[in-house]
């Protein structure tokens, strides 16, 4: 992964937590104003469910994001301690990547 892709992730992650504060902001305070019996609620049920929708919209595609990151960033750890046990001479992988010891020919 380069430093651009991890960059942009984290924009746009960043940009998702601002959008989500400010949500549940507006949230919060017309609750306050529903509370107070003489504010006047601001809030209609379909603004209400259409900023729900848009803050569930955010959560999921923050979580696949979050998982592909994941798996990224595990899978470089492990090709990189490969690396730098190779580099040591402690490599005790004896297959190799397309299923064949090292140093034989795969049979037929």
């Not at 960043?14 to 017309?30: C, E, N, Q, Y």
């Not at 046990?85 to 297959?95: L, S, V």
Request: net charge negative.
């Amino acid at each position: 992964m380069n430093n651009q892709v991890a960059k942009g992730d984290a924009e746009l992650m960043m940009d998702a937590g601002i959008f989500m504060s400010t949500i549940a902001g507006l949230i919060s305070d017309d609750l306050c104003e529903q509370a107070d019996g003489e504010g006047r609620s601001f809030l209609n049920p379909y603004r209400l469910e259409g900023l729900m929708k848009g803050l569930l919209l955010a959560a999921h595609r923050l979580e696949e994001r979050s998982e592909w990151l994941s798996e990224t960033v595990e899978n470089e750890e492990k090709l990189a301690q490969a690396a730098l046990a190779r580099c040591q001479g402690r490599d005790d992988h004896r297959e190799s990547n397309v299923g064949a010891e090292c140093g034989r020919a795969r049979a037929a």
